[in-house]
């Protein structure tokens, strides 16, 4: 309620409740007001949402006359009011907009006495950003309420990692902003009594005026994202993390016209020192400065030395804006240092390119007509190449920023021209600081249908692509996806499974929950695709085409939308009220901001020709031969450390055990000449088995120092690093790694496949025990073929049987046991007692395993390893053997 309403009006409740679903969320304004006077007044419905939201629906109470709405085509919602205006029984509604949020007021005179309630309907799709999701709501109730409330219930099917809700109210409401957080579920209520409200002690003014903001992200273990299938639909939330980020190359492009005199060049200032601070020593940059005419820092991109920044920095503050603006100009110059840097090879194929414009106006010199200007950068701009466009102020033509950044992979935000300018920029450019993804590809099988964008030009880390779409008719058990990219170690492939019943189980348990959020998030998605296609439509008839859709869909799914309108009616009385678009010449075409490195209207050349995908692991199959590991004889070690150690000449498997104690380090591979060490960190069992405490291998280290690559699988996670860049990898997803060295290759809580070059290849099992179980725990087994090729140098517990030594078996007999019959083994000077017995290999049976028939050495393979186990002892993971 508004603030000059008169206390003859009185506020009995007013109540925000928002019901967030895997970051859907519907959020209700409801107010019941009395009028205790006995003549009629005015009555001021003003609440203010998020631009991001589309309104669903609206209902007015009044005395028990209720007034419903119901979305329709904007110009027959028009006309319908019109016609009620008419016969002098319409009211108003007026839909303002400002910086990200829109005012919706609602104004009816009614009777002395009346009892009038409102409730206002919204829904949106919260957008990730800088590594969480954000709710706000805004509170002005005008009067004291005698009940007012707020309630924010989340639910996350993959857990929620944390969650705050600062006061941002006033120190007066401190402790009275409350958080209740389980492992998927949160609640966040604000309810203060009548007292607590008022503006001092004996006040009948409300001291609130302002938010509740509430910030909140999930839990994320699969690096291909979780798919959530509910009641027909889709969604794969897809934000992947522990990438490395790509080299970026950015043309900063400045508008230093007069209008920007002030505090608007003085924030800009501001912003573009930190920005600079912030580009890694990989990133590639330049400065465009542009009024009338076009000035260049430097023609051409330089590398993001501790120099260079510092001499971009000076020129940034020693400019004095004046004169006119020439936009086509300025990008078109800002495309050629990009282009011909491409042309002449100094981009790293692996890196992102893009622009960032800052502008406050139109243009006024050179070419001035938008259209024209729009044309020559989209016949100017690369495929690969983005521009984003941040607007300062209100004078700039917003619509337009937005058209030619969405034709250009790009976005356009919208800057509020104050103090707070300088931190509105930075934020932005935090948003594309970290790039970790280039052309990403996400793939479903044929039992879904009617997907949302599935290609993507850029992941930015703290981001979040979010894809939905619809179940055909026949639902399958499980879905399963598969999502490409390109990052900065090489081209990355993940295999996404999900159930498609268990999610609407979990759903019909809760009470705060929106069932159908899978269905409108779809809806959400597809018609804000839709409208930005719809801004770029290149004729009359592709524009009312996707404008039909877009009328389909929004009655369908009751959104406003700016293509349709909310007339809100009472059956009894013939009293209309029409919610139409924000008044806002200059706003943009869209309800809300388009996220960043998702809006891509053009399909790019590199996802035009894609073709759905053969499963993951046939893709891995045909990319790598791993027959010598996954079908052949190979050396390993499993289980207890058991080591199998295959001699292709004499055609014998040699088998022998090592317990050394949790904690230690043993070397299996170290060859210097080629640069190779692999090592295995030893755990130990929970606790003692028989006397015995078992231990084994938890963690493997794999080195190529030649190639600066290293790899460190663990139980839960496979790390690759090259370099600086670091790449994660998990067990729980089956993924692939394309890097220019290695492949690697993740089969689902089963195995990793490592090739490095063409003549080495590694497989490694994971062993998943009962979480519960008193005495086992989850351990490594590691299996390597005889025809890696290793120096003659190479040695290590497995490494030295790489060359193979001469061994001759003798003197076959009868043992203790009559089922382990014993031999002499004649090797290296050595006369061993060896007996015949079974070991266990488990790449096709990773439960019961395989047996495989070996010669047992005893002592801890004493006499056919070189020295005692304990000289085979390193420090750390990626230490050499010091050879004896």
């Known amino acids: 309620m508004e603030d000059h309403i008169e206390e003859q009006i009185t506020i009995h409740s007013y109540k925000v409740k928002s019901i967030i679903t895997s970051r859907f969320a519907e959020t209700v304004f409801s107010t019941k007001v009395v009028n205790k006077e006995s003549s009629a007044q005015n009555m001021v419905f003003n609440v203010q949402i998020p631009q991001g939201a589309y309104i669903s629906n609206f209902t007015m109470t009044v005395n028990d006359i209720t007034f419903v709405g119901s979305v329709q085509e904007k ?25 990200e949020m829109e005012s919706f007021k609602a104004e009816v005179n009614v009777p002395g006495g009346s009892k009038v309630s409102f409730e206002l309907y919204c829904q949106e799709l ?74 001092c002690p004996n006040c009948s003014d409300s001291a609130i005026d302002g938010s509740i903001v509430v910030r909140y992200d999930v839990k994320r273990e699969l690096n291909g994202g979780s798919i959530q299938v509910s009641n027909g639909y889709f969604a794969h939330f897809f934000a992947p993390s522990n990438l490395p980020p790509l080299p970026k190359n950015i043309v900063f492009v400045i508008d230093v016209s007069g209008s920007m005199w002030g505090i608007k060049m003085k924030q800009t200032v501001e912003a573009m020192a930190t920005i600079l601070a912030d580009l890694r020593p990989e990133d590639q940059f330049t400065i465009i400065d542009f009024n009338h005419n076009i000035r260049f820092w430097n023609d051409h991109l330089v590398p993001a030395t501790p120099n260079q920044i510092a001499e971009a920095r000076k020129y940034v503050e020693k400019i004095q804006p004046n004169g006119g603006t020439n936009i086509n100009e300025a990008i078109l110059s800002a495309i050629y240092i990009l282009t011909e840097a491409n042309n002449l090879g100094l ?39 983005s521009l984003f466009c941040l607007g300062i102020g209100f004078d700039v033509d917003y619509d337009f920023l937005e058209r030619i950044a969405l034709e250009n992979r790009g976005v356009a935000r919208r800057i509020q021209a104050n103090v707070n300018a300088s931190s509105q920029l930075t934020d932005f450019y935090e948003e594309v600081a970290t790039p970790l993804l280039r052309m990403v590809n996400v793939r479903y099988g044929d039992d879904v249908s009617e997907v949302t964008q599935d290609s993507f030009d850029k992941y930015f880390s703290g981001s979040e692509i979010i894809i939905a779409g619809r179940l055909k008719n026949k639902k399958p058990s499980t879905m399963t996806c598969r999502v490409s990219a390109s990052s900065a170690n090489g081209d990355l492939s993940f295999q996404v499974d999900s159930s498609t019943d268990e999610l609407d189980k979990i759903l019909a348990m809760q009470k705060y929950v929106l069932p159908d959020f899978t269905k409108q998030l779809w809806a959400y998605l597809t018609i804000n695709q839709l409208l930005a296609e719809r801004l770029l439509a290149q004729s009359a008839f592709e524009k009312r085409t996707i404008t039909s859709k877009i009328i389909a869909l929004a009655q369908d799914h009751q959104f406003v939308t700016p293509v349709t309108a909310m007339l809100v009616e009472s059956e009894e009385t013939g009293q209309r009220l029409l919610a139409d678009s924000p008044k806002n010449t200059r706003n943009g075409c869209c309800t809300g901001t388009p996220i960043i490195g998702k809006k891509s209207t053009t399909i790019p050349l590199w996802a035009k020709n894609v073709t759905t995908p053969q499963p993951l692991q046939e893709h891995i199959r045909s990319t790598i031969d791993t027959k010598p590991v996954l079908k052949t004889h190979v050396t390993s070690v499993e289980n207890d450390p058991h080591f199998i150690v295959h001699l292709p000449k004499s055609k014998q498997n040699v088998c022998f055990n090592i317990n050394p104690e949790p904690g230690k380090i043993l070397n299996l591979v170290s060859d210097p000449i080629k640069g190779i060490v692999i090592n295995g960190n030893i755990i130990g069992g929970k606790k003692t088995k028989n006397k015995k405490l078992n231990t084994y291998f938890g963690t493997f280290g794999l080195h190529f120092t030649n190639l600066n690559l290293s790899f460190e699988i663990s139980t839960e996670k496979i790390r690759l690093k090259d370099g600086k860049h670091k790449t994660v990898l998990w067990w729980s997803e089956s993924s692939h790694l394309i890097h220019a060295s290695a492949v690697v290759s993740v089969n689902k809580n089963a195995n990793v496949t490592i090739a490095v070059g063409e003549d080495m290849i590694f497989l490694i099992l994971l062993h998943r025990v009962w979480k519960n179980h008193p005495t086992n725990v989850d351990f490594l087994g590691f299996y390597a073929p005889p025809t890696n090729n290793f120096s003659t140098n190479v040695h290590g517990l497995i490494g030295q049987f790489i060359h193979e030594p001469e061994v001759n078996m003798y003197n076959i007999r009868q043992g203790v046991d009559p089922d382990k019959p014993q031999a002499t083994m004649e090797v290296k000077g050595h006369k061993i007692t060896v007996t015949r017995g079974l070991q266990k290999d488990y790449r096709t049976d990773t439960v019961n395993g395989t047996d495989v028939q070996c010669w047992f050495v005893h002592n801890s393979g004493k006499g056919f390893i070189d020295g005692h186990f304990k000289d085979y002892l390193v420090p750390h993971l990626h230490s050499f053997l010091k050879h004896p």
Do not use: C, W
């Open 75 to 99: 110009n027959e919602a028009r006309r319908l009011y019109a016609e009620a205006r008419a016969q002098g029984k319409a009211a108003g509604i007026i839909r303002t907009s400002a910086h």
């Open 347 to 385: 981009l790293d194929p692996r890196s992102v390119s893009f622009i960032i414009m800052v502008s406050d106006g139109d243009p006024t010199v050179g070419e001035i007509k938008l259209s024209n200007i729009q044309r020559n950068v989209r016949r100017q701009m690369q495929e690969d190449f």
């Open 126 to 199: 919260l957008q990730r950003r800088l590594g969480r999701y954000e709710q706000t709501i805004i509170l002005h109730p005008g009067n004291l309420a005698k009940q007012l409330q707020v309630d924010v219930y989340i639910f996350e099917p993959e857990g929620i990692s944390h969650i705050e809700a600062p006061n941002m109210l006033g120190a007066q409401f401190d402790g009275l902003i409350r958080i209740t957080k389980g492992e998927n579920k949160a609640h966040v209520s604000f309810k203060p009594t009548l007292d607590q409200q008022r503006k």
